[in-house]
């Protein structure tokens, strides 16, 4: 079976598929993070694995850049290969003083300029939320690993070269925890199409004073943010699970 961006069968992913913006990073993920990773997807190099995580399967496939790209990839992922819960595992930068590099961005909710929503909302002003129950998890797989965290309200940017400085004057009064380019439209593919969607980012830049990361300092943050999605879907399992029990 496939689709024209996806080349798998179905059963070849798994029902979480955690999705970084750089194919690479999926790979790097697969082969770092997962024990018997296999390729399962590499049209346009947008490479897709599925292994196992503590036991427990897990695939991860890059999603490429802009709110255009991953609605492409997270449509197909639920619709044709029964994807249910998606993590985006990002990066993004800061605009608020007390969000720093290196930080942990917890997307509650997706802000954007793009008019993706609307147009699958009749026009009207859609509140893309993540998942509540995933952000929980991820709030408490979090605590252990000791990184700062801030949860909060991301801006889904269409340009990343934006042309109106004052749109972060604009970010900073309505307190926008992070600037990346699809969370936005990811909380409105899994709304429309019946998933369960969070995303995490590391900062990398810090908009306003010019903080980055070094290339080490991301690989390092990198892999802690990875951690804690990982940890993520196996505390939403734990929570999920005991939900179950209890309405039994
Ligand atoms: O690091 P990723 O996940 O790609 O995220 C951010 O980086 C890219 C821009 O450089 C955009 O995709 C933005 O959302
Ligand atoms: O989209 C992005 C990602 C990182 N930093 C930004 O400023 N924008």
Redesign the pocket.
């Known amino acids: 079976m496939a689709t024209p961006h996806i080349k798998a069968e179905r059963g070849d992913f798994a029902d979480t598929v955690l999705m ?3 194919p690479l990073r999926a790979r790097y993920i697969a082969e770092t993070f997962l024990e018997d990773a296999r390729l399962v997807n590499e049209v346009r190099n947008m490479y897709g694995y599925t292994g196992r995580y503590k036991g427990r399967e897990i695939s991860v496939m890059g999603h490429g ?2 709110i255009p790209s991953v609605s492409i990839y997270a449509k197909e992922l639920i619709t044709e290969f029964g994807a249910r819960r998606l993590i985006r595992v ?3 930068g800061a605009v608020r003083d007390d969000v720093k590099v290196r930080d942990l961005i917890i997307g509650l909710g997706g802000s954007t300029d793009s008019g993706v929503n609307r147009s699958r909302f009749r026009g009207l002003d859609f509140a893309a939320i993540a998942d509540f129950d995933l952000t929980r998890a991820a709030v408490d797989a979090a605590g252990p690993q000791g990184t700062p965290v801030k949860v909060g309200n991301i801006f889904s940017a269409d340009l ?1 070269y934006h042309p109106d400085p004052a749109l972060i004057d604009c970010l900073r009064k309505f307190d926008i925890v992070g600037v ?3 969370a936005a439209g990811l909380y409105g593919v899994a709304a429309e199409f019946g998933a369960r969607a969070l995303t995490i980012c590391t900062v990398s830049d810090h908009i306003v004073n010019g903080d980055s990361l070094s290339s080490d300092e991301r690989a390092t943050s990198f892999d802690e943010m990875m951690t804690i999605a990982l940890e993520t879907v196996l505390e939403d399992d734990r929570q999920q699970n005991s939900r179950q029990e209890t309405t039994r």
């Open positions: 970084p913006g750089d850049m802009g990002g990066s993004c990343f990346e380019m699809e």
